[in-house]
Every structure is written in C-alpha cells, then in structure tokens.
C-alpha cells in the first residue's frame, strides 16, 4: 500500500487515500462531504453508522486538528483574528474579514509558519518559527473559522490566500486546499471568489498559468524599480519586475482576465513620480488591476502616506498608468490583523538594519 500522509494528502484526496487502503469511492464522498461540506469531524459517529469502515475512519480520524487559542475582534472595523497552534506547537493565524455584503465573510489563511521572503516592512517575514502548512491544516484554518462565523448567523463567501507566508513556495498543497474548497461537494467556494497571493515567485506563476487554475492572481509588487524593489522584497533580486510583469502577462492574456497587483504605500519611499512613471512602463498594456494598500508596520519604522502625499501619487498614477487604480482597505490595524502585521502573536520588533 502507499504511504500517504493524510496531513498533506488530505481530504484531496479521500479517493485516493480510500483506494490505497481498498475503501470505495463512494465511502470516500461520504467523508468528504461530512468534513469538507458540513464541518462533521467524528470517527465515531463515522463508525456507529456502519456506513464507513472502522479502519479507514480511524486513519482520517488521525488528522491532527488545530488548537484555537486565541480570538481577537476589532471593535473599529469587525474584523477577527484567530491564533492557532499546530499538533507540533507552530503558531499561525488567520483572519476573518468582514465584506460589505451584509453577513458575508472572506477567510484570510496562512500557507506557512513565517516567512522566508524577508520583506522589511513584514512581521511574519521576523518570526522565528518556520515550515510550510500542511495541506489539512490549511483546510482546518476554514473549517474552524467557517464554523465560527456561521455561529454568528453569517456565511463565508471567498478565501484569500495572503496570510502568513508565500503561498507558492507551498504550491501543491496551497493548490490542493484550493481545490477542494470550491470542490462542489465541499464549501463549494466560487473559483474567482479565491485569491492565492504571490511576490512574484516566476516558476510557480508560469506553472499555475499552464495548469489552468482558475483562482484569482494577486501579485504584491513592492516598487517597479528592481533597486528600490529588490531592498523591500528581496526575492526580487532573482526575478526582475520586468520577468514578474511578463508572467504577469502571460498569465492575464491566457486567461482572459485582469492580474490584481497589490502595492504597498510606504512614506517617503516609493511614492514618487518616479515610481508611477516605472509602474507605468513596466506595466504597460498588460490587464492589471492596481490595488494600493496602506503599509502596516508594527516596528513603526515604515509609516502609511497622508493624504497629501497618496493624492500626489495616485495624481502621478492617472499620468503615467492607463489601468484601474483602486485602493484597498487593509482592516484590523489594532488587533495587528492587518497585511504585514501577522506573526503568530510573537512580539516582533522593528529590524536592526
């Protein structure tokens, strides 16, 4: 028989784990749709029914959940902030954010245990504690925050992956908990209504484009001038904006859709004409969707635009950027559930460099 890890494999996979072990399809759906669909986590109801053999509910039944120990609301904005540990003691955290559609909430999951990416204005990119999320765990983070805000008479309508880490330096099982979260017999969540966010990672953005995924492309670009963006999101000192423009592109032409490029606003920094003139070069023709997003930094050494200034730019984007402009609320500022500021309730100082 196989080894397969149901952590990894995980409900992707019920079929193949229920062949491997010579269950029926069928005993796999059932599973499936119990967990997945309805949020029933209990092998041994499972094994009371006799609709599913003891042995393989028990292996199912082996998938580690994660621990909740920590629950944040922002009294400002309504959004929440779960802190979770890991069967091995990782924190991670995921956010709940609230949408304007009256009752519909889109979960913000995590992909990894802090981040390799070292973005200076990043908390996560700080901590100390790292690896890659499991597929079952990233599953796990919706299932308790779904299960939680149906409690409170709302629904969850969308997932974006932007939490905490690079969710293509976890590709397969990143692509594998996408997959089974708009899984009809699953949540059963709109492919557009999912977000898999990425720096520019130009390997992984080219396979998801040749895959077919039809989850949403977010791109966080940081500055279109390699100098300036290689000191804020040094992975971009191996892909050029112009490589990550052009799988970019790539992708926004096979797919006949617009790429959403995430642009962190950083005072005195990169917000200058310079830095729409370059925006504009690099991006050209290609179908974009320019979101900018407030930096949120928890160290205070990088601070948001006033209003001045994001007027001045934004004016310099209208010259130079012949493409939607919008900007992009990032909520939960003081439950430090904002972009930037997840660091699995480690105190995460300001950097020494």
């Given at each position: 028989?196989?080894?397969?890890?149901?952590?990894?494999?995980?409900?992707?996979?019920?079929?193949?784990?229920a062949?491997?072990?010579?269950?029926?399809?069928?005993?796999?759906?059932?599973?499936?749709?119990?967990?997945?669909?309805?949020?029933?986590?209990?092998?041994?109801?499972?094994?009371?029914?006799?609709?599913?053999?003891?042995?393989?509910?028990?292996?199912?039944?082996?998938?580690?959940?994660?621990?909740?120990?920590?629950?944040?609301?922002?009294?400002?904005?309504?959004?929440?902030?779960?802190?979770?540990?890991s069967?091995?003691?990782?924190?991670?955290?995921?956010?709940?954010?609230?949408?304007?559609?009256?009752?519909?909430?889109?979960?913000?999951?995590?992909?990894?245990?802090?981040?390799?990416?070292?973005?200076?204005?990043?908390?996560?990119?700080?901590?100390?504690?790292?690896?890659?999320?499991?597929?079952?765990?990233?599953?796990?983070?919706?299932?308790?925050?779904?299960?939680?805000?149906?409690?409170?008479?709302?629904?969850?309508?969308?997932?974006?992956?932007?939490?905490?880490?690079?969710p293509?330096?976890?590709?397969?099982?990143?692509?594998?908990?996408?997959?089974?979260?708009?899984?009809?017999?699953?949540p059963?969540?709109?492919?557009?209504?999912?977000?898999?966010?990425?720096?520019?990672i130009?390997?992984?953005?080219?396979?998801?484009?040749?895959?077919?995924?039809?989850?949403?492309?977010?791109?966080?670009?940081?500055?279109?001038?390699?100098?300036k963006?290689?000191?804020?999101?040094?992975?971009?000192?191996?892909?050029p904006?112009?490589?990550?423009?052009?799988?970019?592109?790539?992708?926004?032409?096979?797919?006949?859709?617009?790429?959403?490029?995430?642009?962190?606003?950083?005072?005195?920094?990169?917000?200058?004409?310079?830095?729409?003139?370059?925006?504009?070069?690099?991006?050209?023709?290609?179908p974009?969707?320019?979101?900018?997003?407030?930096?949120t930094?928890?160290?205070?050494?990088?601070?948001?635009?006033?209003?001045?200034?994001?007027?001045?730019?934004?004016?310099?984007?209208?010259?130079?950027v012949?493409?939607?402009?919008?900007?992009?609320?990032?909520?939960?500022?003081?439950?430090?559930?904002?972009?930037?500021?997840?660091?699995?309730?480690?105190?995460?100082g300001?950097?020494?460099?």
């Amino acid at each position: 028989m196989p080894e397969l890890d149901p952590r990894d494999q995980g409900p992707i996979l019920f079929e193949t784990l229920a062949a491997a072990m010579g269950a029926s399809g069928p005993v796999a759906r059932r599973l499936f749709g119990a967990v997945l669909r309805h949020g029933v986590f209990d092998p041994e109801s499972w094994m009371r029914s006799r609709q599913v053999p003891r042995w393989f509910a028990e292996r199912v039944g082996e998938l580690p959940r994660l621990t909740l120990e920590e629950r944040r609301a922002s009294p400002v904005d309504r959004f929440e902030k779960l802190l979770f540990r890991s069967h091995d003691g990782m924190p991670l955290e995921t956010v709940l954010i609230p949408l304007e559609k009256t009752g519909a909430v889109s979960v913000c999951l995590s992909s990894q245990v802090g981040c390799a990416m070292g973005c200076v204005f990043c908390a996560t990119a700080r901590m100390t504690s790292r690896r890659n999320l499991a597929t079952w765990e990233i599953l796990d983070q919706f299932l308790q925050a779904r299960a939680l805000v149906e409690a409170q008479g709302r629904r969850v309508t969308g997932a974006v992956f932007m939490g905490m880490g690079e969710p293509f330096l976890n590709y397969d099982r990143v692509l594998a908990a996408a997959d089974l979260l708009r899984h009809p017999a699953g949540p059963a969540i709109g492919a557009k209504a999912i977000t898999i966010s990425t720096v520019g990672i130009v390997p992984a953005m080219d396979r998801f484009t040749d895959e077919g995924w039809r989850f949403r492309l977010s791109i966080s670009l940081g500055s279109a001038l390699d100098e300036k963006r290689a000191w804020l999101v040094p992975v971009a000192a191996r892909w050029p904006a112009a490589e990550v423009m052009a799988a970019a592109r790539r992708h926004a032409l096979r797919r006949r859709t617009r790429v959403m490029l995430s642009y962190v606003c950083i005072s005195n920094l990169n917000l200058g004409e310079e830095d729409a003139k370059a925006l504009g070069a690099l991006i050209g023709d290609t179908p974009v969707r320019l979101d900018l997003i407030d930096v949120t930094d928890p160290s205070g050494r990088f601070q948001p635009p006033g209003a001045a200034e994001l007027k001045a730019f934004r004016d310099a984007l209208t010259r130079h950027v012949g493409q939607p402009v919008a900007r992009r609320y990032s909520g939960g500022k003081d439950i430090l559930a904002a972009c930037g500021t997840l660091a699995g309730g480690e105190i995460v100082g300001a950097s020494s460099s």
